[in-house]
């Protein structure tokens, strides 16, 4: 410990030698670290460094002197070493700097040695703008709005807090799509008024129907669940309003903001057309109450996009994935549709795409899980398929895409002969699942590990707490309570004092080939076939 101490000692002052103030050098920091600062200052520039980087050295040396420049923007410079969470954030390419501004991350996409071109995209006008973009208005201009539109967003918030105008920002990133929705977005700072409609936590946002104020109880930071609230609350109580017609441009806003979204493609002066949507528009409050929101179109580029052949037809999207409405059945009952509906929203069934959609999807969603299969090798793929329905919920609460499609021929284009099989896709790269596809564990593993998501779960999580008299006749438990670890279904008991932390470690480590930490430290390494 005393040699480490003293070489890092000689190494501040080997540098102080060579003219190089130790104020200077840009700060090494942990992803917490990191979260932390850019949550409690407006500006953070970031150098992604990795240590397998052979240019990182020579960038960092150069950005020596950006940092003192920064210092004068009121700027935090940092510099971080951790590849898988840059990969978390979208950093693929090493060395990298990164710029967030009230929380929003953007890309410097130069040379980062090019150091005038770095200080250019830190120091820029645009870059230490602040968000102002949505409108401004006092207490009477904001009265003047509500009385003269049916629609009004309304933020509350504070001058110069971080939280307010970290909102302010999240909220802007919709207020063009809410705008094209005929929904008013305007901002406004008046505690007194706040206080009036029981907003007393800001930020916090109101919503006005014909200047009837819906307060909205979710994060003000997340501008998707917005966006969906004031949406599904637009029309709520309007009896005489129908379906909202929408065209190509606000359909894909939909898709592309809302989880839930049951779009009805239509041709004019159709009966057959005029039947479906009076149906779906009978059901349209019990569609909300799930939260589904419910629209139609005749967007001929839509209609061809999902490959429609007959109208009218009734698409269910889930995260921007369609079920399609069977064709053989007619859209005049609403209680049917109502019924598959639910049965789509409540399925645990991996959908089923088609080839457009397929690349659709990989060129808009950063990652996706896609199963090929042939439809004609009936007996090689049911049974997996069976299995992997199982871990399609998993998915969704990581909010990854797990699709399947029937094709040789596409699955033949990414360079993949053997079906089944199951492909991940990162930025529309393909890597493909070499683990064995009846383990839908491992699979679920191997998705996530490629995700970036899996964290190896603690033993702390495997122990599970039994009171079964049957299960204490079953297995020779003489007295409780029995610590029991289970290994390849085998029981193995512990003989000792189960008060006693440091011998229950000692024999967990019996069983588990990484050596386990401390009960203090809370979590510790296991085998995948064993469970205590």
């Known amino acids: 410990m005393m040699l480490v101490l003293l070489v890092g000692l000689w190494g501040v002052a080997a540098k102080s030698f060579i003219?190089?103030?130790?104020?200077?050098?840009?700060?090494?920091?942990?992803?917490?670290?990191?979260?932390?600062?850019?949550?409690?200052?407006?500006?953070?520039?970031?150098?992604?460094?990795?240590?397998?980087?052979?240019?990182?050295?020579?960038?960092?040396?150069?950005?020596?002197?950006?940092?003192?420049?920064?210092?004068?923007?009121?700027?935090?410079?940092?510099?971080?070493?951790?590849?898988?969470?840059?990969?978390s954030l979208g950093v693929r390419h090493f060395p990298a700097v990164t710029f967030f501004k009230a929380g929003a991350m953007s890309f410097y996409q130069g040379e980062v040695t090019d150091t005038d071109q770095v200080v250019e995209f830190l120091t820029?006008?645009?870059?230490?703008?602040?968000?102002?973009?949505?409108?401004?208005?006092?207490?009477?201009?904001?009265?003047?709005?509500?009385?003269?539109?049916?629609?009004?967003?309304?933020?509350?918030?504070?001058?110069?807090?971080?939280?307010?105008?970290?909102?302010?920002?999240?909220?802007?990133?919709?207020?063009?799509?809410?705008?094209?929705?005929?929904?008013?977005?305007?901002?406004?700072?008046?505690?007194?008024?706040?206080?009036?409609?029981?907003?007393?936590?800001?930020?916090?946002?109101?919503?006005?129907?014909?200047?009837?104020?819906?307060?909205?109880?979710?994060?003000?930071?997340?501008?998707?669940?917005?966006?969906?609230?004031?949406?599904?609350?637009?029309?709520?109580?309007?009896?005489?309003?129908?379906?909202?017609?929408?065209?190509?441009d606000k359909l894909e806003i939909l898709i592309n903001h809302i989880d839930f979204v049951v779009v009805l493609f239509y041709q004019e002066n159709d009966s057959a057309s005029e039947i479906a949507a009076a149906s779906v528009d009978s059901i349209d409050d019990d569609l909300r109450d799930r939260g589904v929101s419910v629209v139609k179109t005749k967007s001929e580029k839509q209609i061809e996009q999902y490959d429609i052949e007959v109208l009218p037809k009734l698409?269910?999207?889930?995260?921007?994935?369609?079920?399609?409405?069977?064709?053989?059945?007619a859209l005049d009952n609403n209680q049917t549709i109502l019924h598959w509906v639910e049965i789509c929203q409540d399925s645990d069934l991996i959908e089923e795409i088609t080839e457009e959609m397929l690349e659709k999807l990989i060129a808009n969603t950063d990652q996706i899980a896609v199963f090929f299969y042939g439809k004609k090798d009936k007996g090689s793929y049911e049974t997996i398929l069976d299995g992997l329905e199982n871990i399609d919920d998993e998915l969704d609460t990581f909010e990854l895409p797990f699709v399947k499609i029937s094709s040789k021929t596409i699955a033949s284009d990414f360079g993949f002969e053997d079906l089944p099989a199951i492909v991940f896709f990162q930025k529309g790269v393909p890597t493909l699942c070499e683990v064995e596809l009846m383990e839908e564990g491992m699979v679920l593993k191997w998705i996530l590990l490629e995700a970036d998501l899996w964290v190896e779960p603690p033993v702390v999580e495997q122990i599970f707490l039994i009171e079964s008299k049957r299960q204490e006749v079953e297995w020779p438990i003489e007295k409780t309570p029995t610590l029991v670890l289970f290994e390849s279904e085998e029981p193995h008991f512990f003989k000792g004092d189960l008060s006693d932390g440091e011998s229950v470690v000692n024999w967990l480590q019996e069983f588990v080939s990484t050596p386990a930490p401390s009960l203090q430290e809370g979590s510790a390494q296991y085998d995948e076939d064993q469970h205590v």
């Open 19 to 87: 003219g190089v103030a130790a104020e200077s050098l840009i700060e090494e920091v942990s992803d917490r670290q990191l979260e932390k600062l850019v949550d409690e200052n407006d500006f953070v520039a970031v150098a992604w460094i990795s240590k397998s980087c052979k240019d990182c050295e020579a960038a960092i040396a150069g950005l020596e002197s950006v940092d003192d420049i920064t210092d004068k923007y009121n700027i935090e410079f940092v510099k971080i070493n951790n590849k898988k969470y840059a990969r």
């Open 124 to 248: 820029s006008e645009d870059a230490l703008e602040l968000p102002d973009k949505i409108e401004s208005v006092d207490q009477e201009n904001l009265f003047r709005v509500l009385y003269e539109e049916e629609h009004v967003a309304v933020l509350f918030y504070e001058e110069k807090r971080r939280e307010s105008l970290k909102a302010l920002q999240r909220l802007e990133m919709i207020d063009d799509e809410a705008d094209l929705f005929g929904i008013r977005f305007v901002r406004i700072v008046d505690d007194e008024l706040a206080e009036d409609y029981s907003l007393r936590v800001l930020p916090a946002l109101a919503f006005f129907r014909h200047r009837t104020p819906i307060l909205y109880l979710g994060d003000v930071n997340n501008q998707e669940e917005v966006f969906e609230f004031l949406f599904q609350n637009k029309h709520t109580a309007d009896e005489d309003v129908t379906l909202e017609e929408v065209d190509g």
């Open 315 to 329: 698409v269910y999207f889930e995260s921007e994935i369609p079920t399609f409405w069977p064709d053989p059945e």
